[in-house]
């Protein structure tokens, strides 16, 4: 999943011992420890949600080149534009149509209709069946709203991922119009009162940056996989990791 300012450079070759080193970590704290995961481009990859806007665009637009939109197209994160000449618009002809096709984008991409579209980044559901395993507390904390709930469970269970009840929980946004970072940043006292928070999950920088600050002690796991564009470095003790496939 290329991205302009992806941080792939900082993956190192025993990435996978690291995820291993968290399960390790969560088999001995049991229930008393807590492991956070964000959604999107994170255990999800939602490209395909992506493309299929700019397919149904593309047929009510009477753009041709669009309708033939396909996941590998986003070449450039969550880069529309970049996504509409990589389908065989012009700059020029990209330029001239991204305002309508961000607001066509805009209305169905957060909802439940559309979020079913998401596939699994490779290697979640089988990681994250192995922590929900370790007894411990698995907290879904997405910047998700709360309407996008029934396709969200619905998307966990289509990718085979552990769904909320039990050990496993799903925190989401009251509404779309809060913003992410500040939403996240308030539920990270909902973490903490679950327990120990071990280890967390996250594509945007920001937001990894934010867990590595707020719980030192925890490991903080920054996926490179795609983000919303903005320059941020990582702090240092951040690891960077490609997916989840590994050997546990």
Same mark, same amino acid.
């Given at each position: 999943? =290329? ?9 190192? =070759? ?23 995961? $964000?959604?999107?481009? *994170? ?14 665009? +593309? ?28 389908? +065989? ?44 395993? *370790? ?7 997405? +910047? ?34 809060? $913003? ?21 999950? $996250? ?9 590595? *600050? ?11 996989? $795609? ?14 990791? =490609? ?6």
């Amino acid at each position: 999943m =290329p991205q302009l300012n992806d941080h792939r450079h900082r993956i190192k =070759p025993d990435w996978a011992a690291s995820l291993r080193a968290v399960l390790d970590a969560a088999r001995l704290a049991g229930s008393t420890g807590v492991l956070a995961f $964000d959604l999107d481009s *994170t255990v999800f990859d939602n490209r395909p949600r992506q493309a299929r806007i700019i397919r149904e665009f +593309g047929a009510q637009a009477k753009l041709a080149a669009l309708t033939r939109c396909a996941p590998e197209h986003f070449v450039s994160g969550w880069d529309l534009k970049a996504a509409m000449v990589a389908c +065989g618009l012009s700059e020029d002809e990209a330029e001239a149509r991204y305002k309508d096709t961000k607001a066509f984008w805009a209305s169905r991409f957060f909802t439940s209709e559309y979020c079913v579209d998401d596939v699994a980044i490779a290697g979640a559901p089988e990681f994250l069946k192995a922590c929900v395993d *370790t007894r411990a507390q698995v907290a879904y904390l997405t +910047g998700r709203h709360e309407e996008m709930r029934r396709g969200t469970v619905e998307c966990l269970q289509k990718c085979g991922m552990p769904v909320p009840g039990g050990n496993v929980h799903l925190i989401m946004k009251p509404t779309l119009r809060e $913003d992410d970072d500040a939403f996240k940043r308030v539920a990270h006292a909902r973490v903490e009162s679950m327990g120990e928070l071990l280890a967390a999950f $996250d594509n945007e920088p920001t937001h990894a940056n934010d867990y590595a *600050t707020r719980f030192p002690r925890a490991v903080v796991v920054h996926l490179a996989t $795609d983000h919303s564009g903005r320059a941020v470095d990582l702090i240092e003790r951040v690891i960077s990791v =490609p997916d989840f496939r590994a050997t546990w």
